[in-house]
């Protein structure tokens, strides 16, 4: 008994012990969240700083990313996520990870900052201005699992990563120009950190999409449009309606008042109208509201100014600035600068006042696409000891006051650096003559969503057909053109075999006759327009959709295109060119040689015209010759006047007195003006012819009604 007691009081105590001992808990699997963002601060004391999306529902646990310098700098680098910090040598920079948590997010997003702490000495003011270091490479570890969207306006939440928007066939025109609408109003509304592809259901199902959030659009007969969350899978938000209706509720999908849609349903949404362009925008419209600039050194603020902004091309700038500053010893030295696109614009050293004002003007030949404000402040105290100094310099600009007004005109060569501003807000789209294929609706949409994310302004997309495009005079995009369509619209390079010619001193030239894709902007009438098209083959659509893709990567897009050609050749990566090094095709040459047949028909015009009025003029001329010689003519009774000036007589009166009339001075034979000379000594009816063939200032006293009347 007192062993099975004792084997009872084992069992006993290891199971308490078992009980007491804590379980290891279950590890949960942590995944990595990339981005694309990255961070560069510039100078001893610079900062800058950005968020990052954390999809709800999974929570953050680390931060990682890479930190490089591209100048050697004594000091540290300082990155601080939330609460968290780390800090890095200045001159090495490095791998670096930093704990977070779900308690550092704020609406939905990780606040990130990085800042350069640079040394210098204490008892001066020697600051580095060229220290450069970049965080790039973010990712966020995290765990969870990113929670199901329940009403519509949680659809479109900041930490969406990727949209699929989904037709059922790229032929049907309603659907096709809601979906390219829908593309649109979602670039407006995420940056490049979050992919938009439109594509077909058929071309969804053929691939592993993973995408965070599909929009299927699909036609029916009613006039409004109808709005449901699909449960099950992948997030899926249902509209459905006619053409005209589709368009207005895709257009609604970029719009911030989408959050009032707090239900899993909804219809008739509708976004329409566009915003009023105006060619003066403050600082503030253009997103720095109040710039401060501040402490001994050196504190600048850039402003982004691009062309779109105003809602057309620039061809001059004027910028008016005004603000208040700190008052300024007489002794200390501190200036105001601005830079245009990093060029020295203005520089003021700043007075006893307070008050600070500039009024400039940028000429065409310093304007860009996307250009750059920059406005500095360089401060010296009188005893050079930035550390001793009580009061540092400050300058704060009035962002509602000051101004930047923009004076329509083309300033850029013929590029894609034209787009988008050219479009103003306005973004028509044909496609090629043929039908439409999945591979193009694709391209479409990638070049739709990089001409959004360049352009400060909504773009409001429409479809067009073809024939319409070809003869209308906007500027626009052409998708899928073949080799007749490239014909029509006066490509620069067309769809058949081409080579280029050596440039700048360089003996390399190619010659392509096979199959390719291009690219390209150009210029036909003063109309601006973009082609992507390829020729006739089976690789064709493959290389279109390179080149769509390409112009809509990430981070830069449309923003990485440079020169006006970019090819997409069979297992090569796509190739910039310039249309000025290629060798004229013979399509090219021939179109240049035909004489139209309007040109042709009025050369024939003024031909006759012009043989018409020297019959004219030669006919006038014989009948004026024989009435002279008959004054001369001493048997000539019938064609002699009746009555004539004999004190004024000459061998040919008419002659001289008509030269002298012509000349506007008097024959030096004959005493009287033109007027007496024309009126008395000459033949009436030799007047009234003579009066016909003579310059318009010759002013006879005898009117021609006059002359008949005197016969």
């Not at 004076?407 to 044909?430: I, N």
């Not at 493959?542 to 990430?554: N, R």
Request: charged share 15%; glycine share 8%; with cysteine.
């Amino acid at each position: 008994m007192r062993s099975k007691s004792r084997l009872a009081l084992a069992a006993a105590g290891l199971l308490l012990l078992s009980l007491s001992t804590p379980v290891p808990a279950m590890s949960l699997e942590v995944e990595t969240l990339k981005y694309s963002q990255t961070l560069t601060v510039v100078g001893t004391n610079a900062t800058a700083s950005t968020s990052l999306a954390v999809p709800r529902g999974l929570t953050p646990i680390s931060l990682t990313g890479t930190l490089t310098a591209e100048v050697a700098a004594i000091g540290e680098v300082v990155i601080r996520a939330g609460s968290s910090e780390t800090r890095l040598d200045a001159a090495r920079g490095g791998r670096f990870t930093l704990r977070v948590s779900a308690a550092m997010i704020q609406d939905g997003r990780l606040p990130v900052t990085l800042t350069n702490a640079l040394a210098h000495p204490t008892d001066s003011c020697v600051f580095n201005l060229t220290a450069r270091a970049t965080a790039k490479n973010l990712a966020l570890g995290v765990t969870g699992q990113n929670s199901t969207p329940s009403t519509i306006d949680e659809f479109f939440t900041q930490d969406v990563r990727s949209i699929g928007i989904v037709i059922a066939d790229a032929n049907q025109a309603g659907a096709n120009e809601a979906a390219l609408v829908a593309d649109a109003a979602l670039s407006s509304r995420y940056d490049r950190a979050t992919s938009i592809l439109v594509l077909t259901a058929s071309a969804l199902a053929a691939r592993d999409h993973g995408f965070d959030r599909i929009v299927m659009l699909t036609e029916s007969k009613s006039t409004d449009s109808t709005i449901e969350l699909v449960s099950g899978g992948t997030a899926t938000l249902a509209i459905t309606g006619s053409p005209d209706a589709l368009r207005a509720a895709a257009a609604a999908l970029g719009s911030d008042n989408l959050k009032l849609a707090d239900r899993a349903e909804a219809s008739k949404l509708i976004q329409e109208g566009q915003g009023a362009l105006t060619h003066t925008l403050t600082l503030a419209d253009l997103g720095a509201a109040a710039p401060s600039l501040h402490g001994w050194g050196r504190s600048t603020v850039f402003i982004s100014v691009p062309q779109s902004a105003f809602g057309s091309p620039v061809g001059t700038m004027t910028i008016h600035l005004t603000g208040v500053h700190t008052p300024v010893p007489s002794n200390d030295q501190i200036t105001m600068s601005v830079l245009w696109n990093g060029q020295l614009a203005d520089s003021q050293l700043l007075s006893e006042g307070d008050e600070y004002t500039a009024v400039l003007s940028i000429d065409a030949t310093r304007m860009r696409r996307d250009n750059g404000l920059t406005l500095q402040l360089d401060g010296l105290p009188d005893d050079g000891n930035c550390d001793q100094t009580v009061q540092s310099a400050r300058l704060d600009i009035n962002g509602a006051a000051s101004s930047i007004t923009a004076s329509p005109g083309q300033s850029l060569p013929v590029a894609f650096e034209r787009f988008p501003q050219t479009l103003g807000q306005d973004l028509p789209v044909a496609y090629g003559s043929g039908t439409v294929s999945d591979v193009e609706l694709t391209a479409a949409g990638h070049l739709v969503s990089s001409l959004q994310r360049a352009s400060a302004l909504p773009l409001s997309v429409r479809v067009v057909e073809f024939e319409e495009f070809q003869a209308a005079s906007y500027p626009g995009l052409v998708v899928g053109a073949g080799t007749a369509d490239a014909d029509a619209l006066g490509a620069s390079l067309r769809f058949h075999p081409w080579r280029t010619v050596p440039e700048g001193g360089e003996t390399f030239s190619v010659t392509v006759d096979g199959e390719f894709a291009a690219l390209e902007a150009f210029n036909v009438s003063g109309r601006d327009l973009v082609m992507l098209g390829s020729t006739d083959g089976e690789g064709s659509q493959a290389l279109i959709a390179q080149l769509a893709a390409y112009a809509d990567e990430d981070p830069a897009g449309w923003f990485a295109l440079a020169s006006d050609l970019l090819i997409g050749l069979p297992d090569r990566e796509p190739v910039v060119l310039s249309a000025t090094v290629l060798v004229p095709q013979a399509q090219v040459a021939e179109e240049f040689s035909k004489v139209p047949i309007w040109v042709g028909i009025a050369m024939l015009v003024i031909l006759a015209a012009i043989g018409g009025r020297f019959l004219i003029v030669r006919r006038r001329s014989r009948t004026i010759t024989e009435l002279i010689d008959g004054l001369d003519d001493p048997k000539g009774e019938a064609t002699a006047p009746a009555t004539i000036c004999h004190e004024h007589r000459h061998s040919s009166p008419t002659r001289a007195c008509g030269g002298a009339c012509i000349r506007g001075a008097p024959d030096p034979r004959n005493p009287c003006r033109c007027g007496s000379c024309c009126g008395t000594c000459v033949c009436r009816r030799c007047v009234c012819l003579a009066a016909r063939l003579v310059p318009a200032d010759w002013r006879c006293p005898v009117a021609l009604e006059h002359c008949a009347s005197s016969k």
